[in-house]
């Protein structure tokens, strides 16, 4: 069975979560199974291509397979999280949802300028998370070199706001 059956296989959907008419799509039990893990981290890398010089993952799932990649590949793992959840001196950028917005926050010193950085979260919806680390990366002057997703939601057409900031998006599975 290749990579993508394997995964499609592997997801758990939940019906009405978070929320009624949501068909959520649960990457948990990936987790309980180390070769598929192991199997997509690899997948990432083969179609990434490239090494960036660091991976930015999105919380909190985007910390799964991110810091996977990035200690496969010798490159350092940044933690994109909510507000007021990281420690030190933090950029932030605000964003749009649905319903209100929200803000994601990363450390003052985590990227150096001219650095080439992957961004990593489980699932490529709306593309506002992911667009919102983008914009921490420029506003510390690295380069988004590309976008990795595990499960990517076609319908929502995410990629189309990410292109503005990369061409280079990965998505392992497609709904």
Same mark, same amino acid.
């Given at each position: 069975?290749?990579? /993508?059956?394997? *995964?499609?296989?592997? @997801?758990?959907?939940?019906?009405?979560?978070? $929320? =009624?008419? *949501?068909?959520?799509?649960?990457?948990? =039990?990936?987790?309980?199974?180390?070769?598929?893990?192991?199997? @997509?981290?690899?997948? %990432?890398? &083969?179609? #990434?291509?490239? $090494? =960036?010089?660091?991976?930015?993952?999105? &919380?909190?799932?985007?910390?799964?397979?991110?810091?996977?990649?990035?200690? $496969?590949?010798?490159? =350092?793992? *940044?933690?994109?999280?909510?507000?007021?959840?990281?420690?030190?001196?933090? *950029?932030?950028?605000?964003?749009?949802?649905?319903?209100?917005?929200?803000? @994601?926050?990363?450390?003052?010193?985590? #990227?150096?300028?001219?650095?080439?950085?992957?961004?990593?979260?489980? !699932?490529?919806?709306?593309?506002?998370?992911?667009?919102?680390?983008?914009?921490?990366?420029?506003?510390?002057?690295?380069?988004?070199?590309?976008?990795?997703?595990? /499960?990517?939601?076609? %319908?929502?057409?995410?990629? &189309?706001?990410?292109?503005?900031?990369?061409?280079?998006?990965?998505? !392992?599975?497609?709904?």
């Amino acid at each position: 069975m290749n990579l /993508v059956d394997q *995964i499609k296989k592997t @997801i758990r959907d939940v019906a009405d979560f978070p $929320k =009624p008419g *949501i068909m959520f799509k649960d990457i948990t =039990p990936i987790l309980e199974d180390q070769e598929l893990c192991s199997a @997509i981290v690899n997948g %990432f890398i &083969e179609k #990434l291509g490239y $090494k =960036p010089d660091a991976i930015v993952g999105v &919380e909190s799932r985007g910390f799964l397979f991110g810091v996977l990649m990035a200690n $496969k590949l010798n490159v =350092p793992f *940044i933690m994109v999280r909510k507000a007021g959840k990281l420690p030190y001196k933090t *950029i932030h950028c605000e964003y749009a949802l649905e319903y209100g917005t929200a803000k @994601i926050e990363m450390h003052i010193d985590a #990227l150096k300028k001219g650095w080439n950085v992957l961004i990593h979260d489980d !699932l490529l919806a709306t593309g506002g998370t992911a667009e919102a680390a983008a914009q921490l990366v420029k506003q510390q002057g690295a380069n988004v070199s590309g976008f990795a997703f595990v /499960v990517e939601l076609e %319908f929502l057409k995410g990629k &189309e706001k990410l292109k503005t900031h990369s061409n280079n998006i990965t998505c !392992l599975v497609q709904y």
